[in-house]
């Protein structure tokens, strides 16, 4: 239902997006959020959207990373900049439906940031 992809191996201080596609049904008044988990770790939020489009970010990534949407898409991206050793993690896109009062998860996607 959800759809995650775009991660992929990048030198510390490259850049890369993610993005998350959905369906109609999903997409239309859903809250967007990205998490991310790396190993041993617990599953942390990134950054959300929301329907109308107000963001938060983790402060580990603010000024790095930016959450947007496309509605023609029914796409959310994650574009994250100067990325960081730490940023190493799955990312996963989660949509909360605020008509249906239900989350959606996507499969994750490996974002490995090497030296």
């Known amino acids: 239902q959800l759809q995650a992809c775009g991660g992929g191996s990048v030198q510390a201080g490259g850049s890369l997006r993610l993005s998350c596609a959905t369906s109609?049904?999903?997409?239309?008044?859903?809250?967007m959020t990205w998490y991310r988990q790396a190993p041993g770790m617990q599953r942390e939020s990134v950054a959300s959207i929301t329907f109308l489009g107000s963001t938060n970010y983790a402060d580990s990534v603010k000024g790095r990373f930016t959450i947007s949407r496309d509605n023609a898409k029914n796409t959310v991206y994650l574009q994250m900049n100067s990325l960081k050793l730490e940023d190493t993690a799955v990312y996963y896109c989660k949509a909360y439906s605020r008509t249906i009062n239900r989350e959606y998860w996507g499969q994750g996607t490996q974002v490995t940031v090497s030296s």
């Open positions: 109609p049904t999903i997409y239309t008044a859903s809250d």
